[in-house]
C-alpha cells in the first residue's frame, strides 16, 4: 500500500465531493485512523505532513502517545469508558464519543485537574442500531443542555457513524437528518455550545457524508489497507 498516496488521493476525492455540496467553501477535516496499524506505518502519514490522528481505544491511543510526535492532535472516536477518562484527558484534543451524563461530568471532574475545556462531540445514533452506541436524534438537543453548563466541558458538534450498507447512497438520508440536527443546535444558540465539527463519514461513505455537509471524518482502512 502506498500510504501517502492513498491519503492524497482521499484528499482529492474530498474536494470533488465538496463541489457537490451546497457549501463547497467550507474546509474538511480528515482524521486519519490509526486502529491497529504500526508505528511505521503512522510515520507515513506524518511525512505527509499530516498529524490528525484518530484512536478507537485508549489503551492504543496511550501506546502511541509517547512513540509519536508532540505535534500530533488525537482524537478519541471509540466508545469512552467513565474509568478510562483519566487516562486521556491529556492527550487528546478532540472526543468525539459523548453519550451520557456520567461521562461527561467524569471529564468535566478530570478537566479541573487540567485547567483547561476537553473539547468533545455527542455521538448520535439517528439508526437506533443495538450494536452502536450514541443517543437518539430526539435525546440530542435535551442532553446537550443538560452538560452545556458543566465546568471543564466544551461542546463542540456531532459525531455519527452510520449503518455499514453495501451502497453507500441509502445512508444518504441519516446524514442529512445529522446536518440538519447540527444546524437546529446551532441555531438554538445554547449557551457555552459552539457547533463547530459535524464528524460523520468514513471510509464506506466518506464522500456522500462531505456532500451533505460534515466537515470532519474518520478514515483508516482507505488509507492503510483493510484491517484483518
Known sequence: MDIRANLRRIKTEIDASLLKSTNPERKVTVIVVTKNQEIKEINEVLKEGHFILGENRVQELKDKYDQLPMEVDWHLIGHLQRNKVKYIVDKVKLIHSLENYSLAEEISKRMAVEKKPMECLVQVNPAREESKYGLEVHEIMTFIKEVAHLPGLKIKGLMTIAPEVNNPEEVRPIFKEMFHLFNE???????????????MGMTNDYKIAVEEGSNMVRIGSAIFGPRY
Open 185 to 199: 443546535i446551532k441555531e438554538t444558540k445554547i449557551f457555552g455550545v459552539e457547533m463547530e465539527y459535524l464528524s
